[in-house]
């Protein structure tokens, strides 16, 4: 058995359900030239949460009120938690973003218009971001796995967190709701990235 390497400590950022969309899939909910409005500014930087929401449509049942994030992107892209799921009818499996290929699909229903997109529907994967020089004083790499503890009074260590590094990117431990709620963390909390060293 080895031993607990600790490598710092990160802010954690809790993630409820929202929408990326990509531009046709804005002008098909919102219409023709819609540019989405900023509600607030999020962790990472350039990426907001829009005013705007969106209903989602399940085989059995709906969400309303879901945040779309911005600014918009290459594909549109679903982030819900399982307890999401379970209310929509929908079992996505846990991805990181972007890998949406044979994920499944669901309805999306704007103020003007409605789609329905064949693959897209994921739950996220707990990632860390990071800059190339966050990563370097952590001493990992992008893709590694790495274990995170959260010290609150439901304890509890994350396995399999993908680092994410990128030269855009603000230290952040992005986390879903459930996964935060289960542990007790709130977005601002800290928690402590660790490694498995030999004994």
Partial sequence: MGRWITLGTVPVGVS???VHLSE???EKL???GYELRVRRELSQPGQFAAEETVTLVGPKGCLSGVRILG???RLTQVEISRTDGYALGVHPPVRLSGD???TPGIAIVGPRGALSIDEGVIVAARHIHMAPADAQRFGVRDGQRVWVR????????FENVVIR?????ALDFHIDLDEANAAFLRTGDRATVLTMGDS
């Fill in 16 to 18: 409820n359900r929202h």
């Fill in 100 to 102: 949406i290929r044979n």
């Fill in 24 to 26: 046709a899939a804005l």
């Fill in 150 to 157: 959260a010290e609150t009074d439901r304890p509890v260590i």
């Fill in 71 to 73: 600014p918009a992107r």
């Fill in 165 to 169: 590094v990128r030269e855009d990117f």
């Fill in 30 to 32: 919102f219409g023709p």
